[in-house]
């Protein structure tokens, strides 16, 4: 019924400021998405229920980081004429959809899930994984399918769940009906976007190594975490040939730098193959990179800091754009839940056929 339109989910967990990370995996290419006019509804959900399947003991987090996590979107250029951002638990036919759903999976497939095994060993997990945590993957598809989603932009990462979504809606439809929409996932295109690394060359950016350059963070404070960001160890001298592989601020200049920022920044080079050959030949500081990517940076961040200072001036306006996409987000699943239970032939009361079998058989 949904079929023909085009239709994107997707958000994230509210544990924290987002961070550029997040912003090259994922949520530059929504603003892309939204502005390309491609897609008939866009959804952005910021998951507060998800984030309390393994922060139980820690719900204070979660209820700071919802309103973090709406500046960031709404900062990089999430329109909410265009998009609906909605907080996951104010969905309450989420949870429901995710209890019918329970019985199509089994737990070994949850067990095979790369994201849930890498999670849990992550957490240390072992065998104390709470069951909330462990079916977060079919969570996670009662937030696709509720909004007939067909593109789920998101990161490498959550590549295992839109698998999983795929497959729930396989099996829904094969026993109950065509009624489920099948997602797409899609992708960074751009290689370096899929993992940034953290300024310290570690492979993930996280919280709790404060390797993090946040959207939220101010000018000063980007440049001091570039200035000192990881590089080639080795490349001690400037005369020193560098290495490229797992430099940190070169993997950064592929994930953002343009050819036009050579011509404004640094016209000695046309573009980055050039700057990367004089790095590997030697004679090119560390320094003089780092300065380049931070005037990088600082363009493609400033917007971004200047429409968050807007909107922390207006608060209220935030909260009231919150409420409005959860009660939108929430009429459209509730749709989808008269959907699921009458292919399940479970909507008793809104069925006239179930009153008459009834009675015929008594
Ligand atoms: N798992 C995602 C994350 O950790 C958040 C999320 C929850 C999500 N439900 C989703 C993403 C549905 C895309 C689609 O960031």
């Known amino acids: 019924m949904e079929n023909k339109k085009k239709i ?25 998405l939204q502005d390309s006019g491609e897609f008939n509804q866009i959804f952005i959900m910021i998951a507060d229920a998800q984030a309390l399947t393994d922060n139980a003991d820690n719900p204070a987090k979660i209820r700071e980081s919802i309103m973090e996590v709406a500046l960031d979107y709404l900062s990089i250029g999430i329109d909410p004429a265009k998009s609906t951002i909605f907080i996951q638990s104010h969905v309450s036919e989420l949870t429901e959809l995710s209890f019918y759903y329970m019985n199509l999976v089994t737990v070994s497939r949850l067990q095979r899930n790369p994201t849930v095994k890498a999670e849990i060993q992550m957490r240390n997990f072992e065998t104390s994984i709470p069951v909330g945590f462990f079916t977060y993957p ?19 990462d959550q590549a295992p769940m839109i698998e999983q979504t795929r497959e729930i809606v396989h099996k829904f439809n094969s026993v109950y009906g065509e009624t489920l929409t099948e997602p797409q996932i899609l992708l960074p295109d751009n290689e370096a976007c899929l993992r940034l690394p953290g300024t310290d060359g570690k492979a993930k950016m996280s919280k709790s190594l404060g390797n993090c ?5 101010t000018e000063e404070d980007v440049r001091k975490k570039i200035m000192s960001m990881f590089t080639d160890p080795d490349h001690i001298r400037v005369q020193d ?13 592929d994930a953002f730098s343009k050819e036009g920022h050579f011509a ?9 193959d050039e700057l990367k050959e004089h790095y590997k030949r030697g004679g090119l500081g560390d320094v003089k990179v780092k300065k380049f990517l931070n005037s990088v940076m600082q363009e493609e961040l400033s917007p971004i800091r200047a429409r968050r200072a807007e909107y922390e001036k207006n608060i209220e306006g935030v ?44």
């Not at 404004?264 to 980055?272: Q, T």
């Not at 909260?319 to 996409?325: A, D, H, N, V």
């Open 138 to 156: 079919i969570s996670q598809a009662a937030d696709i399918t509720a909004f007939h989603a067909t593109t789920v932009p998101v990161g490498e």
């Open 8 to 32: 994107i989910l997707t958000g994230d967990r509210p544990t924290g400021k987002l961070h550029v990370g997040h912003y090259a995996g994922s949520l530059k290419r929504r603003v892309e």
């Open 319 to 362: 909260y009231e754009i919150l409420r409005e996409g959860s009660r939108a987000a929430k009429e459209m699943a509730a749709e989808t839940l008269r959907e699921v239970k009458h292919a399940m032939r479970i909507d008793y009361f809104e069925d006239a056929a179930f009153l008459a079998e009834q009675k015929g058989r008594f």
């Open 241 to 253: 040939p560098g290495k490229l592989e797992g430099n940190t601020v070169f993997t950064y200049l």
């Open 213 to 217: 350059i946040y959207l939220s963070d």
């Open 264 to 272: 404004e920044y640094l016209p000695e080079y046309a573009n980055l």
